[in-house]
């Protein structure tokens, strides 16, 4: 059990740290709304990654070639990250008049999580095979893998969404748009990266 907990925890880690849409949203969410809405966005993979690790057990066992469903599921993210990157370059500073929206911050982040192919490649390489491997030796394995895997994930982002909340008040005026234009571009490249993806995907068909 104590392997499956720590590879749960390293890739929980990672994954949580590492540059993507999500820790995006968990950022520019706190700037625009507060660290509520930050902790939101990091919970999201709890409710979008059930159905994305069925969905992707189902398309490896049914289909002779994923690559159709995956150029689909990037070309689309794409779309939505350039979407999400707009709203955030249009956004004013809290102080700027009339509030803004509501944040609608854990549907933005499940969306966003379903468009992902990397969420998909990473539980149909890397998280469902070793599920079934703990699988084998009992349900404690992979329940210690999960467990250990969705903490260090989630408590990561929400660590960020702490940290930036702290620092909203310092970013007024100006600080503020910049940052903002900052994740705008960060939103834009990631777009980017997955229509990138989608498209070598389709000219492999």
Known sequence: MTEFLFLGAGLGLAAGISPGPILTLVVAQTLRYGRREGIIVSFAPLI????????????????????????????AGALFLLVLGIETLRAKPPSAGAPEGAPRSLAKAVAMNFLNPHVYLFWSTVGAPLVLKGWSGGAVQPAAFLAAFYACLIGSKVGVALLLGRMRGLLTGRAYVYTLRALAAALFILAGILFRDGWIRVQAL
């Open 48 to 75: 979008s990654d059930l159905p994305i690790v069925a969905l992707s057990l189902w398309v490896l066992s049914r289909l002779r070639d994923a690559g159709a469903a995956m150029a689909v599921v990037s070309i």
